[in-house]
């Protein structure tokens, strides 16, 4: 049978491996008193786990390379065993012009709340304010709702090239 047919089935020895790993991590808490020796166990305990995450990092690395190469883009989520995944794309953003952004992002916050029939403006400073942080995290602008007030960040800001990369959202 090969991996594409049942692709769970070469991880199955991995996740068995993986859950008498976790018992010994149970049996571990259980222990009251260290001496030397069993903390030197727990040491190596941790960090062969530490090495198995590198590596299953790496692993998922390469395979989410390989499969955003082959497939390219996919137009909507699938639905895997116990979850969904789509491939996103995106780009890294860096060195912000946030003065100019921010001073266009209130520009366009103002036009939008003046009233067009009386020139009356509905929105109090506050609610301004309020609403302009819609558009930015702690040191980053939000993309997708810049785009909402027609401003392409990439205008303000070096723009990194494009990654795509796998989202895998777990069915609860």
Known sequence: ???????????????????????????????????YASVEEMMQLASDAHLI???????????????????????????????????K???????WDHKALMNEVSRRIVDKSVDMETGEITMSSQEM?????????????????LKDLHIDADDYCEVGEPKKSLVIRRDK
């Open 1 to 35: 049978m090969s991996v594409l047919e049942n692709p769970t089935h070469s991880l199955q020895e991995a996740f068995t491996a993986l859950r008498s790993f976790e018992s010994d991590i149970r049996e571990m808490d259980n222990i009251s008193n260290s001496d």
């Open 89 to 95: 794309s995106g780009s890294a953003r860096k060195t």
């Open 129 to 145: 304010i309020q609403q302009a942080m819609e558009y930015m995290g702690v040191s980053y602008w939000k993309v997708g709702n």
């Open 53 to 87: 995450k590198s590596y299953a990092t790496e692993l998922f690395n390469e395979l989410q390379s390989m499969l955003t190469e082959k497939i390219g883009s996919l137009p909507t989520p699938v639905s895997v065993d116990g979850a969904t995944v789509e491939i």
